[in-house]
């Protein structure tokens, strides 16, 4: 079993910057979790598709609303941890981020597409 844990949400202003970080479980050999990925979930809307990557970034996917703001990695060293750095976050973007893992080899943008999901961490952007 895979476990996922996001951190790095909050509050911040619009404009502002925010570094999500999602690691997989220490003992998940790192060619297992071959994709990666982050969807987000606002109140009374469904989840949605924000960016993915697959083990050595050579996919790598983004939403038309956050391509040219947001930036997903993968660790270097440790692969079963990817960040998403989100820079001039906007209102629109508040919503409770979700980290998604799976085996597949091709990074996938529906939901569907990922077996494993962390409980998501909140990010509020608000002035």
């Given amino acids: 079993q895979v476990q996922l844990v996001e951190s790095g949400g909050g ?9 999500l970080t999602c690691a997989a479980s220490a003992s998940v050999n790192p060619f297992t979790i071959l994709s990666m990925g982050w969807f987000r979930q606002a109140p009374g809307k469904e989840r949605e598709f924000v960016a993915t990557i697959n083990w050595n970034a050579a996919r ?40 998604a893992a799976d ?17 998501g961490t909140q990010v509020t952007v608000s002035s």
């Fill in 11 to 19: 509050l911040v202003q619009p404009g502002d910057s925010l570094k």
């Fill in 60 to 99: 790598v996917y983004y939403a038309d609303s956050v391509k040219g703001r947001f930036i997903i990695s993968r660790d270097n060293t440790n692969k079963n941890t990817v960040y998403l750095q989100m820079n001039s976050l906007e209102s629109e973007d508040s919503a409770v981020y979700f980290c």
């Fill in 103 to 119: 085996t597949a080899t091709i990074p996938s943008k529906v939901v569907g597409g990922y077996k494993y999901w962390g409980l």
